[in-house]
């Protein structure tokens, strides 16, 4: 930005502070004069605001880039909208009362049938992996937040997230070393695969919440002389209540849809309600949408469509509702 010529009043300071620092005896006209020819190219601040070509340059790419964030935000909008419409203009047609409560066919090539078999193995698992990953998730994070130094925490963040981003199948094929070879599967140990999926997740959400707690909080349980384990179970805890429930329910939505641990700990069983969890493999909704949309039968492609909607109407569902508990979470904390 550049300005009109400079006031005269500028001019007149300026020659004031020359002459006061101008030794006796000594001429000042030139120092004057050359102090004068400056202060005229001093902007006026009374002056307008004349635009120049690096604001005009700075402007140029800032909206180049603008339209560059806006574009992409916009293309990945529109993945999400081509997938979800694809899978509900194939899927929601085969959404019914009896698709929801029936076993799928026992032999290939017979219309109807249902996923029931799959949602409570799917639920059993999801409800179990949540029972060992929520707490141990939770307690993780207090280490972080309350006890741990600086090494400590640099240690486990990078466990976590070396963790978060380790490809799931090396952790189906882990558990299948541990808990299948020389045994049999079970939803018990593809419930344990799922809950190493969930516990970065639940980990670091929940620290991001509990660094949200104020920190007088803290302090006036210090004041009061209570002890720190019992501020962190009266105070921190019910405090950051809603964040932990909705990294909880983001968690839950993230590990539902995984296949290739399944593949491996939970695909080998009959279609037919069980709720054996240690006994035997469980059926479940990501392996049947994989077997049944691989084998050569129209009605069981079908059927994978539909049990497909119903997964992904279940991740949008358990999604929004996590993040309006976040929206509600953060707004509570902050009054």
Known sequence: MTR???????????????????????????????????????????GPLIASGHLRRR??????????????????????????????????????????TKDPPALEGVKGGGIAPEIVGTALMMALATTVAMPLGILTALYLTEYAGGLATRAVRLALDLLN??????????FFGLLVVGKHQSGF???????VIMLPLIARATQEVLALVPGGLREAADALGVSH???????????????ILTATV??????????????????????????????????NI????????????????????GAGFVLLAFILVTSIAGRA????SRAKMAQ
């Open 325 to 328: 508990l976040l929206y509600r």
């Open 286 to 305: 990501p392996v049947y949408i994989f077997t049944a949309s691989e084998a050569a039968d129209p009605y069981g492609f079908e059927r994978a469509w």
């Open 4 to 46: 009109t010529a400079g006031s005269a009043a500028d001019a007149l300071a300026v020659r004031g502070s020359v002459e006061l620092a101008t030794e006796p005896g000594a001429a000042p006209t030139d120092s004057l004069d050359l102090f004068a020819g400056l202060a005229s190219h001093l902007p006026d601040p009374a």
């Open 250 to 283: 983001l968690a839950v939505a993230r590990a539902a849809g995984e296949t290739a641990p399944l593949i491996f700990l939970s695909s080998i069983y009959s279609h037919t309600v069980s709720t054996s969890l240690f006994g035997e493999a469980l059926p």
């Open 165 to 174: 981003g380790m490809p799931t199948i090396l952790i189906g094929l882990f």
């Open 229 to 243: 384990w019992r501020t962190v179970r009266g105070v921190i805890l019910p405090s950051a209540l809603g964040g």
């Open 189 to 195: 140990a593809a419930s344990l695969a799922l809950a």
């Open 59 to 100: 402007q140029t790419m800032s909206r180049i880039m603008q339209l560059g964030e806006t574009t992409a935000a916009l293309l990945a909008v529109a993945v999400l909208a081509i997938v979800v419409y694809s899978v509900a203009s194939r899927g929601a047609g085969m959404l019914s009362v009896s698709f929801l």
